[in-house]
């Protein structure tokens, strides 16, 4: 099942008998890898966004729950367990990925408490290991499935970092890009730095980078003036959380591109496993938006840009309503318009890439 | 004519024998006047954006006329002032405020030639002094026309600065929410940052404190989303040229907030003095459009936030269709749709406010 190409490159790793995560705040200039040996320090890295994406949120609060079950002994297995559960889901409220590899990591442990704390971890471990490798493999798909949208010649804009940073590798919307580049169809890549904190400007440039990807960097101001100029033939962007019926929470500013996609008859792609597909939330209405410090506005990499003390509000995310998605493309498929059907219709039919 | 609440806080001030400006690339954590006595550092100034915003740059231009013949005699006169005219010519492309102001320098220059280099600069003084002063009576009035628009109680967005930074003094966009404010029709002002040089998060917020009016700061990924919210009530800007059909180039991301408040149904009002209108432009097409240096992009404050040589593209205005505006509010009176034939009316007017 795990595709023999998975030299992705990942943001965490298990080593030994712990976590191991790539601080991304410090990217591109640092790279730096924490070592989380308890849940707290797997916990503060979500919160404080050294992790981040929802795919490689939820696979590392799977590995989370393992960390916080080390040293566990019989007694205090489901004490352990659910002090480690409730500390992950509540580090972060909107990707919906947490909670869904939370969800999981609770059936692995229900099927094995029986047989005490340690069959408990090494049975967590595993479906972790294996989540972790599903996600790659999920992307790889993914990405298949996307380059079959772009045509030679593209240039496609991405918001924000979804690619193998955000995920457990490979990436989904910079995975749609990384599969159209191998296949021919892509000419460059408009990444816009994506303020408050820069993930286009600092992680979106690196992965590029890396996989030697011709982009140019600009401002989010930017990208109506590129559209109007003709310039953009394509958006692909991730997603936090999908509602049922298609509404799509994303980085703040996706929104905007969005409407201005719309205007200007842009193609505009979410990229996205089924995992981010929430069908409790009816609607995008229904989505929680975090909303977090206003210093993340005010300040720059620590330097203060604003007048001390200046008010600022920061939602971290916006929604795109349904209407303005021209396709989502997920591991089992690209799923179009009306979006409502074609997500049920993708729940309804076996799939094998969704591990428990 | 002048208005005696002539009060207004201005970014330039003629001091004795030169022109002072307030730095504006170091608010808003120091306040330093630059002392301008020769027409280089005048130049220098507005290509840095120490002076910035189309009517400042205009009034700066007519000071630096000036300060270029500050010690001519009768026989480089002419020289002098061609030299001076091209070099302050040549400083930025897009606002078209600078060649306005020049041309009017250029008919003192002319009428007062023949009385020799003397009589030429104190005949500029004068006009200089005389422009600076209208400019800011401009923007009272317009502020004052502008108010009209408003009820109480309304949020207003605002981009970038079009303050007394930008101008003379009172400001454009600010001017109406000086103004509008004043007359109880304001509940509080959304200020978005404005990458790259973030005018809005450095230079609106420190006139919004000093006049004491409420404000919150986000990002300029943050428009969609407070629209979608319904926490926007209407939008200003300002302009730094105007097609004679209405088409209106200002910083980028203006376009994009317009594209946004049409699909909002939120009125988006752009906020300039005829003189910032160019008959010569037919459509925004024939607007030239300033591409500025990719460190804009990849530093902010001097720290880098991509990966060393990063490739980025910096346009720093776009141009915003003039079916996208509901109204131009200028120092003559508010010019509604159709914009192109109300900005002919507007010409054949006979007005007081271009003082030649």
């Known amino acids: 099942m795990i595709d023999t190409r998975m030299d992705a490159f990942s943001p965490l790793r298990w080593r030994d008998d712990h976590l191991q995560l790539l601080d991304q705040t410090v990217l591109p200039h640092t790279e730096t890898w924490l070592e989380c040996r ?20 939820g696979v590392s609060a799977a590995f989370g729950l393992v960390v916080g079950m080390t040293g566990a002994d019989d007694e205090d297995c489901a004490a352990r367990f659910d002090d480690t559960w409730q500390l992950l889901a509540g580090t972060r409220p909107t990707a919906v990925n947490l909670r869904w590899a939370l969800e999981l990591g609770r059936e692995v442990y229900e099927r094995h408490r029986a047989e005490g704390a340690a069959a408990v971890r090494t ?14 493999e999920s992307n790889r798909r993914l990405g298949d499935y996307g380059a079959e949208l772009f045509e030679a010649g593209n240039r496609v804009l991405t918001h924000c970092n979804a690619g193998a940073l955000a995920t457990g590798g490979y990436g989904t919307a910079i995975g749609v890009i ?3 580049w191998a296949a021919g169809r892509l000419a460059m890549v408009w990444v816009d730095e994506t303020r408050p904190l820069l993930q286009g400007a600092r992680l979106t440039t690196w992965e590029l980078e890396r996989a030697a990807i011709p982009y ?23 997603a936090d959380r999908i509602a049922a019926n298609g509404d799509t929470a994303n980085k703040i500013g996706t929104y905007t591109i969005a409407v201005l996609a719309d205007r200007h008859d842009v193609p505009f792609y979410v990229a ?6 929430d069908r409790q939330s009816a609607t995008g209405a229904a989505i929680p938006i975090e909303e977090r410090a206003g210093e993340e506005v005010t300040h720059v ?9 200046a008010p600022a509000a920061n939602f971290a995310f916006d929604v795109t309503p349904a209407e303005l998605i021209t396709a989502i493309i997920t591991d089992v498929g690209v799923l179009k318009p009306p979006l409502a ?16």
Chains 1, 2 share one sequence.
Not at 231 to 238: A, E, F, Q, S, T
Not at 272 to 277: D, K, M
Not at 301 to 309: L, T
């Open 178 to 180: 990384q599969s159209s």
């Open 301 to 309: 990499f620590g330097v203060d840009v604003a007048p001390e003390g």
């Open 123 to 136: 049975a967590l471990l595993a479906w972790a290991q294996e989540l972790h490798a599903a996600d790659i």
């Open 38 to 57: 308890t849940p707290e320090l797997v916990a503060d890295a979500i919160r404080r966004l050294s992790v981040r994406g929802a795919p490689a949120i």
């Open 216 to 238: 140019r960097l600009v401002t989010d101001n930017s990208v109506g003036s590129l559209m109007s100029r003709g310039l953009v033939d394509r958006v692909v962007v991730g």
């Open 341 to 356: 059907q074609s997500i049920t219709q993708a729940f309804d039919t076996p799939s094998t890439s969704i591990p428990v």
């Open 272 to 277: 996205a496993p089924l995992s981010t597909i």
